[in-house]
């Protein structure tokens, strides 16, 4: 499987290699016509020669005269091989190496103008004209000149060496230069994935970086960041939407509540009265529910945003166990607390309170009768610049599979959902609170043992 990547380094390889080669061959073809038409041209130059010296020898009768005829030597020729044949077939000078050579049945006593061919030979090709001397007043002859190939195939052997060295280096060079291209390219790409990747509806207000280049990479980062933005306006109005409904729904409430109250303290049928505390029971529940939603729907508009502001942790420990002391009355249950010291924070009181009421309310509401919760404050062991708040119950403790589930919103185990009151927004709106104060919430738990939930908070937000 290739990436985008991979494809255009080797689309772009295999192209230009391609072109690569059909130059090379042309090259080599053209050259090597090139070479042998010089050749051939130097060989009629010598048998022009070659045919004046001979009808000099002849006017002076002293034909053959070999030396002077192996004497006649044309520029850039090495020694020609000659054969002269007369008009009957016979060889008036003949060679050896060259009549072994001969395997055409050329009838030189015909031939009205010249003719080339190539001649291989065991060790050595030669290069072959046949030249019909112009002799109109003399005995016709043709001349037989031959050359050796050598010259021509090792400038064509040059060339070969020139193209395998040359273009397996082209091609590993344009490889390269399409991986680099490719690569910077992609970059941008790379970058915007990941910050893609990291985009949620929590951090909708981030966008992808723009690249400087106006290409088709930036068109996409543009493009793309128009379209969260407009996921954001949409989940926007989503949360406002809850967020005014929740606050709509608190007013009908509160009116409905304080007629059902008005109504009891004049109803005297007992059934009526009982019917109307059950409504009155459903209503605080649904009141309940109704303020965990709207808080969250808040929070979550980014409506309401932590006021940090020095104060005193230990103080705000204290105060929550003293607000809920009265539940665990009800309860009989003890409320064992330890403070280690008095802790300066910064964080926003108000929230860190409601985060630390809801675990309580937990610890209490989940306990057995009669049972212990302790709550401790104390510094980190680890890091000095955390304060640790623990809340421990000895309850019935939360099944494993529910523990990864405890911080969605409207979730309850089945256990409580049958034996208790509760909405399961209570954790939820916990951990978002203490991490806008920049802490966190951990839940350890053993079915049959109790629940710990610990509150890791820092002493100064950013700190
Ligand atoms: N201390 C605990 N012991 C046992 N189970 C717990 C404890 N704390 C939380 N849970 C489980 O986690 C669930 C979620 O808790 P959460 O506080 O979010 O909701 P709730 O208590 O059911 O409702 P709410 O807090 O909104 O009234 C609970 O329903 C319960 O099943
Ligand atoms: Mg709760």
Known sequence: VLTIKGKIVLASTLV??????????????????????????RLESQAEKLESEIEEQL??????????????????????????????????????????????????????????????????????LWYPADAD?????????????DPVHESLEH??????VTIPAALLLIALAAHFITRTAFRPLTGMATVAQGISGSNLGERLVVPEASDEVRSLAETLNRMIERIELAFRSQRQFVADA????????????????FAQKSATEAAVQESIRISL??????????????????????????????????????????????????????????????????????MLRRAILNVLDNAIKYSLTGGTVSVRLHESDLDRGFLVLDIEDHGPGIPDADQARLFERFFRSAEARAETDGSGLGLAISRILVALNGGRILVQSATGKGTLVTIELPRKIGA
């Open 59 to 128: 006017d002076e009768h002293r034909f053959p005269d070999l030396d002077d005829i192996h004497n006649i030597h044309t520029e850039g020729l090495p020694k020609v091989l000659l054969q002269v044949w007369d008009s009957t077939g016979h060889a008036l000078i003949g060679d050896s190496t060259l009549s072994s050579l001969t395997t055409t049945e050329q009838q030189p006593s015909r031939l009205k103008q010249n003719a080339l061919e190539s001649l291989r030979g065991h060790h050595k090709a030669y290069r072959c």
């Open 16 to 41: 230009f290699g391609a072109t690569l080669l059909v130059f090379a061959f042309l090259i080599y073809e053209s050259t090597k016509q090139a070479e042998l038409a010089k050749l051939d041209a």
């Open 159 to 164: 060339l070969r060496i020139l193209f395998v």
């Open 246 to 261: 929740s606050h709509e729904i608190r007013t009908p409430l509160t009116i409905i509540n304080s007629e059902l109250e």
């Open 281 to 350: 029971s459903e209503i605080d529940r649904l009141s309940h529910m109704v303020d965990g939603l709207m808080l969250l729907a808040r929070l979550d508009a980014e409506q309401t945003s932590p006021q940090p502001q020095p104060f005193r942790l230990d103080e705000v420990v204290v105060e929550t166990v003293q607000f809920v002391r009265r539940l665990a009355q009800a309860k009989s249950i003890t409320l064992d607390l330890y403070v280690q010291e008095a802790f300066e924070c910064s964080g926003d009181p108000e």
């Open 137 to 149: 007043e003399r005995v016709p002859m043709v001349l037989q000149v031959a050359a050796p190939l």
